[in-house]
């Protein structure tokens, strides 16, 4: 199928926001499902990615700054390009798809916006670029148009979009957004066949969704506008103004426009979509073997069915059970029936009253330069690998409470400590006192593996003095 466009006027909005905490402790407040590859060898970000129509303008992602340099890595690591735009503060999807339409009518009066979720799964790509071709239609013409999903059962996770019959164009008025239905009303939008799904997708003029948005909330209009006027840009970062931003309220693009606009119009999409908002919905959309089970890393069964088994490391083995879901990460094991999936939100947050870091991120630990892993950890030790990509530097630093020692595992490392600069490479060792200014960089081809073992008082994160960062950081390491 050709799935080219026939305009250039199209600009992809991908929504990187998001916790996915019904996916703990596979996803984390600061590595959730959008970057995990959760059903494909690649993330969630970089399949809406691949599945962009060709032809259309290079893509604005929407994020947070905790994120940004996620998002920079995915993209580049399937040679996608675009601007990262920064939310200064989460404040719902009506403020953030008023960011990409400013930006995008920097470059084009007559852009139009296509409005994605980065956590999204869509298994008929066809079928959706046959939607988008739809849509792009009606956009052209002044309309804003949803993608409503076609429902195959009665959903009471999703809001539903009740629409008027649909004309020759594929297109229907839409009539009501109501929200998340019990299941008997859930079975009696299935049967009338005139529901929808609300899928959180859209297509419309960048300009018209504006004027929309200045006539039905002129509040939220005038801070984005009063952001993006004063926004500064940092290589392919778009930071627009705090200042002005955290002046705006929080409300999503159905309540603000959407619901009061006279102009909202549905196209159908039935492509194998999901939200993937719980393991019930993962399960669902992965390969099943004979006996209903989805089988993730070592894992052995036996008499067991309808159950998602992931393992991330240690062998996980099943007997006589049914319809669990067990996850097993480097640093934390959940276990439910896959009927209370939705319930694990109250597991997230406990860890959040407790302050519990499993709630932020895994053990594994993502950063510009690379990643490290705490594999082992005491009273006043912690031993962390670490892999710094080529060409990446960590920040010129120094510490108050720890010392460290840096064993070379494989590659090459310069370090400096103090006035000394010298490189090092396997097998090769050296030690930072506490108090020394040191910096470790990656002046090679291949990836720098080594591990450091800290000593001292206190091993916090935040025991990080900054004296130059190539990365602009403030907080992380």
């Known amino acids: 199928?050709?799935?080219?466009?026939?305009?250039?006027?199209?600009?992809?909005?991908?929504?990187?926001?998001?916790?996915?905490?019904?996916?703990?402790?596979?996803?984390?407040?600061?590595?959730?499902?959008?970057?995990?590859?959760?059903?494909?060898?690649?993330?969630?970000?970089?399949?809406?990615?691949?599945?962009?129509?060709?032809?259309?303008?290079?893509?604005?992602?929407?994020?947070?700054?905790?994120?940004?340099?996620?998002?920079?890595?995915?993209?580049?690591?399937?040679?996608?390009?675009?601007?990262?735009?920064?939310e200064p503060q989460g404040k719902n999807t009506a403020p953030a798809v008023a960011l990409a339409a400013f930006n995008a009518l920097e470059k084009n009066e007559e852009a139009i916006l296509l409005v994605l979720a980065a956590d999204h799964v869509i298994q008929d790509v066809p079928a959706f670029i046959k939607a988008v071709n739809t849509a792009e239609k009606a956009a052209a013409?002044?309309?804003?148009?949803?993608?409503?999903?076609?429902?195959?059962?009665?959903?009471?996770?999703?809001?539903?979009?009740?629409?008027?019959?649909?004309?020759?164009?594929?297109?229907?008025?839409?009539?009501?957004?109501v929200e998340k239905p019990d299941l008997a009303t859930a079975q009696a939008y299935l049967d009338s066949k005139q529901y929808l799904w609300n899928s959180g997708m859209f297509m419309f003029k960048a300009k018209r969704y504006l004027d929309e948005l200045k006539q039905y909330r002129p509040d939220i209009f005038n801070a984005v506008e009063a952001a993006m006027n004063d926004c500064q840009k940092d290589l392919d970062f778009i930071r627009p103004n705090k200042a002005a931003f955290e002046q705006c309220p929080d409300e999503s693009i159905d309540y603000a426009v959407m619901e009061k606009t006279t102009d909202a119009v549905v196209v159908p999409l039935d492509a194998g979509w999901s939200d993937v908002g719980s393991y019930s919905a993962l399960w669902e959309v992965s390969e099943q073997d004979?006996?209903?089970?989805?089988?993730?890393?070592?894992?052995?069964?036996?008499?067991?069915?309808?159950?998602?088994?992931?393992?991330?490391?240690?062998?996980?083995?099943?007997?006589?059970?049914?319809?669990?879901?067990?996850?097993?990460?480097?640093?934390?094991?959940?276990?439910?029936?896959?009927?209370?999936?939705?319930?694990?939100?109250?597991?997230?947050?406990?860890?959040?009253?407790?302050?519990?870091?499993e709630i932020e991120h895994h053990r594994q630990v993502y950063r510009p330069w690379g990643s490290y892993d705490s594999i082992d950890m005491g009273e006043r030790f912690q031993v962390k690998r670490i892999i710094v990509k080529p060409g990446a530097k960590l920040s010129v630093q120094m510490h108050h409470h720890r010392a460290e020692h840096w064993i070379v595992v494989s590659g090459t490392a310069k370090?400096?400590?103090?006035?000394?600069?010298?490189?090092?490479?396997?097998?090769?060792s050296t030690y930072i006192p506490i108090g020394a200014v040191h910096a470790l960089e990656n002046p090679g081809k291949l990836p720098l593996e080594m591990i450091e073992v800290q000593s001292g008082s206190y091993l916090g994160e935040d025991d990080i003095v900054r004296f130059e960062d190539r990365y602009g950081r403030a907080e992380d390491k």
């Open 1 to 86: 199928m050709d799935t080219k466009m026939n305009k250039s006027t199209i600009f992809p909005a991908i929504m990187c926001g998001g916790s996915g905490t019904r996916l703990w402790p596979l996803s984390r407040s600061l590595f959730p499902k959008q970057f995990i590859a959760l059903v494909n060898e690649t993330s969630m970000l970089q399949d809406t990615v691949a599945r962009l129509p060709q032809g259309c303008q290079l893509p604005v992602y929407i994020c947070n700054e905790a994120h940004r340099f996620t998002v920079a890595e995915q993209i580049q690591t399937v040679n996608a390009r675009g601007s990262i735009l920064l």
């Open 141 to 177: 013409n002044d309309k804003l148009v949803t993608f409503g999903i076609v429902p195959n059962k009665p959903e009471t996770g999703y809001g539903y979009i009740k629409h008027s019959s649909f004309e020759n164009s594929g297109l229907a008025s839409v009539e009501q957004f």
């Open 290 to 357: 004979s006996q209903g089970n989805v089988c993730k890393g070592d894992v052995l069964t036996e008499s067991t069915s309808n159950s998602y088994l992931h393992s991330e490391g240690k062998l996980i083995a099943t007997v006589g059970v049914d319809n669990l879901v067990v996850i097993d990460t480097p640093d934390a094991v959940m276990v439910a029936n896959k009927s209370k999936v939705q319930d694990v939100k109250a597991i997230v947050n406990q860890l959040k009253a407790q302050k519990r870091e």
């Open 415 to 428: 370090v400096t400590i103090n006035e000394d600069t010298f490189l090092m490479s396997e097998n090769e």
